[in-house]
């Protein structure tokens, strides 16, 4: 009974963290506390216990009462830790008046994380300041964190633990722009960061003193273990070795490697978890078999620690330590455990350590693919118990871990991968030996580098060869397809299936039924709300226009914008509205960004039935080259694009001018260019959408729109005036976000003032 209890107690802490995702989250446990207090006391409970679980009722009513105040306590003691900027706080130090929201500043700190490398290729690290000078104002001594990029070059040398001096502009982060956005604030307030620091230039402070003092530490001992294996293995397949020990968050993964591994559901072969956790304890408990339980648990503890300290104190590989941990206790007292039991420990206490983990993505993947794993497989293997054991194993696990995760990567980003189980079974092999080599090779190489290389090249052709397989799949049509986000209500109705189907006899004999409804509730509502949904969405993409028209089941996306913009904010928000074809893609963005880069990633990732350029744009032939089954045209002036119930057409080719007539309203689409010195005459429209140039007052007489969408934070005082005067109503997508209409509502903002259950995710 009292193991019953602290499960009760465990799971209402976890649930409380989770409450507070909802208002009111922690007095809505109080009240549940209360009603399930009183159905014990004066409830039916011999009905109830035909169908709930003997135990459940056994509980003394007491006991739910302080659950519920468990539950209550839990979002109190997450608000306490929610980090929160000190006094002196180095965001304090952005001033009001600055250009832009940012300034110049030099900011002297130390490094407290493994500098890595970024998409724009440059170096990220945290930087942890301790004197801030602002122009020529006196020194400031200064607390917190800043998230800090410099420029690849100045990073040379940087390392863990470097005391620097770091000039550059410090900015406050900004949130959520776009639907289901990405949001920088929110997550760099999880960190305890509340300002960032583009750097410019670098230097050490006292770099003598810096070698004497910083010349080891674990970051060291990654930086030897890289070095070594990359030195015979080379690259890529040197640091895809490291990335299986060490984990992709502490090693600088290729991205095009990291990116094909994610697109075919291999994210976790980067990721130091518990698969590697499982490989050590094996190894070292086979190799220790002969020594004492007491030998073998001081040498199965002391390889899990090494393991941490190289991967770094990350949620999963913490929370797969302390079960392996838990296991090793287990086998020393010679007593049985409980995984489950066990999970749900370690997961409260990875929470009471720090319950923001609790919206970390890593540590919920982690704990429900482990869940998985412990409910699901053996039931899965009874299934196909007529295959051999091993076998049998090798093909239900993937199919556990995947069932575990599959919903919350749907209600996260919109996305599956259909190939996902069938790699994971061709690919658990290679990647074991991969690891357990790369392993081996590490331990190795700290003794001697040398034959820590020979023992590392061993290794080339499997990880070649996975490499190879992982690409060639990623490339395979649909290998992540689009199936769009589902519901906080969906997620948990799902994962409510999933827990009866586990815990009651009646529901896991109907698994089926389940398996049925959970597809019904991911496809069956995405599917009717494409087929009704007429919405036009202008973007948060920065100074270009981008517009995203959905007629039913029918898209049109007029510009990418650049390749940063068509990958963090364009193809996310296609993805998450479960668009995996464009039926036009319209590109009129002014030839200052001509880029072939800003359509390729679109290009690669979704399927483009027409495909209309402007003519006097030099990457034409370039586009065109890459849609050999697109039907590519010329957008022509006075040529109208029809797709429906919407027409468009190209007023000025010079100016990159259209007009697209949608339903019973006129949009005029203005490029970034020359605006103010715009000759000819414009028509009248309802909605004005353009950069957020500087509008010649002749333009606003013209054209007189009812609603005015700019691409920028602010506008010209005289523009914005007369637009006023002319009681036009206003909106900046750097100020107010992305902007949506649809035929029956009015032009709304598409991203709610404060974000939080998204932001958190």
């Known amino acids: 009974m009292t193991q019953i209890n602290g499960t009760v107690f465990c799971f209402a802490y976890i649930l409380g963290l989770l409450a507070t995702g909802v208002a009111n989250g922690g007095y809505n446990l109080i009240a549940i506390g209360f009603l399930v207090t009183s159905l014990s006391y004066f409830g ?23 659950a519920g105040l468990v539950g209550f306590s839990a979002t109190i003691y997450f608000q306490i830790r929610t980090p929160h900027p000190s006094q002196n706080d180095v965001s304090k130090f952005v001033t009001a008046n600055a250009k832009d929201g940012v300034q110049v500043v030099t900011v002297q700190g130390k490094i407290s994380s493994t500098p890595r490398l970024t998409r724009n290729q440059r170096s990220q690290f945290w930087l942890e300041p301790f004197h801030l000078n602002i122009g020529n104002d006196i020194r400031q001594d200064v607390s917190g964190k800043l998230y800090t990029t410099v420029p690849l070059l100045q990073a040379t040398g940087l390392h863990e633990g470097a005391r620097i001096t770091v000039t550059g502009i410090l900015y406050k982060p900004k949130s959520a722009n776009n639907p289901r956005g990405f949001n920088f604030q929110a997550y760099l307030a999880r960190e305890g960061s509340f300002a960032g620091l583009k750097g410019k230039e670098v230097s050490l402070i006292d770099s003598e003193i810096n070698k004497e003092i910083n010349n080891w530490g674990w970051w060291a001992v990654r930086q030897k273990i890289l070095h070594s294996q990359v030195h015979l293995l080379g690259v890529p397949e040197g640091v895809l070795a490291s990335a299986m020990v060490l984990g992709n968050r502490v090693v600088d993964l290729p991205f095009s490697v990291s990116d094909s591994f994610i697109r075919v559901g291999l994210a976790h072969a980067l990721a130091a978890s518990g698969f590697q956790v499982s490989l050590i304890l094996g190894v070292v408990l086979a190799i220790a078999q002969h020594f004492s339980n007491r030998i073998q648990f001081i040498i199965g503890v002391s390889a899990l620690l090494i393991f941490l300290g190289l991967t770094g104190l990350q949620p999963s590989v913490l929370r797969a330590v302390i079960m392996g941990i838990g296991a090793l206790t287990a086998l020393a007292l010679e007593q049985k455990f409980k995984p489950l039991g066990l999970l749900l420990l370690a997961a409260t206490l990875l929470l009471t350590i720090n319950p923001i983990w609790i919206w970390d993505l890593g540590f919920e993947f982690s704990f429900l693919a482990t869940l998985g794993l412990i409910v699901t497989v053996p039931a899965l293997i009874k299934k196909i118990d007529w295959l051999p054991p091993a076998i049998g194993t090798l093909i239900a696990v993937p199919i556990s871990a995947y069932i575990w995760t599959i919903p919350l990567q749907i209600y996260n980003f919109g996305l599956i991968s259909p190939y996902s189980i069938l790699v994971n079974i061709i690919t658990t092999i290679p990647i074991s030996i991969i690891s357990l080599g790369a392993f081996i090779s590490a331990i190795v190489a700290l003794i001697h ?36 986000t589902i519901s906080s209500l969906q997620l948990i109705i799902i994962y409510s299936l999933f827990i009866l189907t586990c815990s009651q006899k009646w529901w896991r004999k109907k698994w089926w039924v389940v398996g049925l409804v959970t597809i019904s509730l991911v496809f069956i509502p995405a599917w009717q709300t494409q087929a009704s949904l007429f919405q036009v969405t202008v973007l948060a993409a920065g100074k270009e226009p981008v517009l995203v028209i959905q007629d039913r089941s029918r898209v049109l996306l007029l510009n990418s914008g650049d390749e940063t913009t068509s990958r963090f904010i364009v193809l996310p928000f296609l993805q998450q509205q479960g668009i995996n074809q464009l039926d036009w893609a319209v590109a009129a963005e002014s030839n200052s960004t001509n880029n072939i ?46 797709t429906g119930s919407t027409f468009i057409k190209l007023l000025d080719a010079q100016q990159q001018i259209l007009q697209i007539q949608i339903q019973d309203r006129t949009w005029l689409i203005l490029g970034e260019t020359e605006i103010e010195k715009t000759n000819k005459r414009l028509p009248h429209a309802q909605v004005l959408v353009w950069s957020g140039e500087k509008l010649d007052s002749s333009l606003i007489a013209a054209v007189k729109p009812e609603v005015a969408i700019a691409s920028r934070t602010k506008l010209d005082p005289k523009t914005i005036a007369e637009l006023q005067q002319g009681k036009t109503k206003v909106f900046l997508t750097g100020r107010d976000g992305a902007v949506q209409w649809t035929p029956k509502g009015k032009f709304e903002i598409a991203v709610e003032t404060v974000e939080d259950k998204a932001s958190a995710l």
């Not at 060869?465 to 990623?474: G, Y």
């Not at 990732?605 to 027409?610: D, E, I, M």
Request: glycine share 4%.
């Open 597 to 642: 880069n800003d359509w390729s990633l679109l290009l690669q990732n979704l399927s483009v039935k027409n495909f209309y350029n402007c003519p006097s744009r030099d990457r034409n032939t370039t586009i065109t080259s890459k849609l050999s089954d697109t039907n590519c045209q010329q957008l022509l002036p006075d040529r109208e694009i029809s």
């Open 44 to 66: 039916k409970r011999s009905i109830l216990r035909s169908k709930l679980h003997r135990n459940f009722w056994h509980i003394k009513p007491q006991i739910w009462l302080l």
């Open 449 to 484: 580098p040398t034959i820590g290389s020979a023992l590392a090249w061993l290794l080339y052709y499997p990880t070649h060869c996975l490499i190879e397989l992982v690409d060639f799949v990623a490339g395979l049509p649909g290998a992540a397809t689009a199936v769009g």
